[in-house]
């Protein structure tokens, strides 16, 4: 048996494939609001895959999320597992959470869970908490009826984290709902717009998401440029699918996409952060930041790094931003911890460091040209992508200490040690080494002082000339007046 579990079943596995083929071929530039827009009603029979010929069963699903399908089922509810969770089981490999969706309203699920509140903005989803673990109950959605009422995909959503009581009364117009045909249709991709019913243990497809994972397709329901229009988002949404999967844009998912990558720009930067993080802290970053650039996508995340990109330095391309992504991705891949702090100091250094050297050209000081550098390209940055201050503060500690790692005499060096982001700037430094620019004899001593013992790290220092060995600068920076002293970021 393949992969999905189909396949291998002969004439009754190949007629349930052509089915799906069947309503796929159906779908095709039927955009979900064209069909309301034209009073059009499409009635797409499903495909069901029964339980002995695909390869989920419930040991795979969490004993929470099966809690839930269960107390629904129990209730006479609809009781189905939709979207990535599905999809990943179907192609083999372990869900990162279960997403539940159901015919009973809000209120009505809630009612049967203790642990459940009903939270979000345009549409009300319920979320069913198990200590850390949160399931996330939604109710079938409506075609929306126009582009103003065009929800966000499940993932989409940015949930906010208010209740019912706290949500604006005008906001529950947006709570259309609808079968379960309709909410396939309204999702993004085929697939994603899968179910599994705990009912019967079944598989759903009405929208030909089987046939295209078994040929490693991602395509958009609908039409694509409309349901790009309705949220560019989606357009970076394909790109970390086809990333994460492995999978091919179908040629008329991507056709849009270098047209329409300017919507980007009408995209809060709030909601940028959030993609900026699934694109890149899911352990592929370096695949989605290729394709990113490839379908001109990734000029509205980072312009300014972007534009850097675009420069050889002594005939070579810059390299650090796909090394980074390659170490981060490394990281994930084996379960160690990632920061933010340290992805966007890595996408932003080379702009930092040009404009460090545009400010140095003009007479200032190495000091002050890079707080005034990393002050310019975060207030551009920000137009684009928000960057908390949990995070921006430490990137910039990692900046201004790589200057720092050069001075070593005296007490300078234990100092930088005992400093609270002392390793990830040291990591930086190794990329900054990996890439030509940083001295590897630098990397290497700082290497060693960090695993001997307190009586070598003092040979160490004592063995150092007082302005340093590993460093550019020959001559001690005057002391400085405390008029013109940069502001701490400590």
Request: glycine fraction near 8%.
């Amino acid at each position: 048996m393949g992969a999905l579990g189909i396949g291998a079943r002969g004439t009754e596995s190949g007629v349930i494939i052509r089915a799906a083929r069947q309503s796929t071929n159906r779908l095709q530039g039927f955009p979900p609001l064209a069909l309301l827009r034209t009073g059009e009603k499409t009635i797409n029979n499903p495909v069901i895959i029964p339980r002995d010929q695909h390869i989920i069963t419930r040991a795979q699903i969490s004993e929470n999320a099966l809690k839930v399908l269960n107390r629904l089922k129990d209730a006479g509810c609809a009781s189905l597992l939709v979207g990535g969770c599905v999809r990943d089981l179907m192609l083999g490999r372990e869900p990162k959470d279960f997403d539940v969706v159901t015919d009973a309203r809000p209120e009505q699920i809630r009612k049967l869970f203790h642990n459940a509140r009903v939270i979000g903005r345009r549409f009300r989803l319920v979320h069913v908490r198990f200590g850390r673990d949160i399931i996330e109950v939604a109710t079938f959605r409506a075609i929306p009826r126009d582009i103003s009422e065009e929800a966000l995909s499940m993932e989409e959503e940015a949930v906010t984290g208010e209740d019912e009581h706290n949500t604006p009364a005008d906001v529950f117009d947006h709570n259309v709902f609808g079968s379960q045909e309709e909410d396939a249709l309204r999702r993004d991709f085929t697939v994603n717009a899968l179910y599994y019913d705990i009912h019967d243990f079944s598989v759903i497809d009405y929208v030909g998401g089987v046939p295209d994972l078994k040929g490693g397709i991602l395509r958009v329901i609908g039409d694509p440029e409309a349901r790009y229009r309705e949220d560019p988002v989606r357009m970076l949404r394909a790109v970390r699918f086809a990333a994460k999967l492995g999978f091919k844009l179908e040629d008329k998912t991507a056709a849009p996409i270098r047209q329409l990558a300017p919507l980007l720009a009408s995209v809060s930067p709030a909601r940028m952060f959030e993609e900026v993080l699934k694109l890149f802290h899911g352990g592929y970053a370096l695949e989605t930041y290729e394709l990113l650039r490839h379908y001109g996508l990734f000029q509205y995340l980072f312009p300014l790094t972007e534009k850097s990109l675009e420069h050889e330095e002594g005939g070579f391309p810059v390299t650090l931003v796909p090394r980074a992504l390659a170490n981060t991705d490394a990281r994930v891949n084996d379960n160690k911890p990632v920061t933010p702090a340290f992805l966007f100091a890595a996408m932003l250094w080379e702009p930092v460091r040009e404009q460090m050297g545009e400010y140095i050209l003009r007479g200032m000081n190495g000091h002050d040209a890079m707080f005034r550098a990393a002050d310019y390209v975060l207030r551009e940055q920000l137009r684009h992508v928000t960057i908390p201050k949990r995070f921006s503060v430490p990137m910039r500690e990692i900046w201004s200490m790589q200057g720092r790692l050069d001075r070593r005499a005296g007490q300078q060096a234990f100092r930088l040690f005992e400093h609270k982001r002392f390793r990830a700037a040291y990591d930086f430094l190794l990329l900054r080494v990996e890439i030509g620019e940083a001295d590897q004899a630098l990397a290497d001593w700082w290497t060693r002082f960090q695993t001997v013992g307190e009586n070598d790290r003092r040979a160490m220092v004592t063995d150092i000339a007082p302005s340093g060995t590993g460093g550019k600068r020959r001559r001690r920076r005057r002391r400085r007046s405390p008029s013109g002293q940069a502001p701490s970021h400590g």
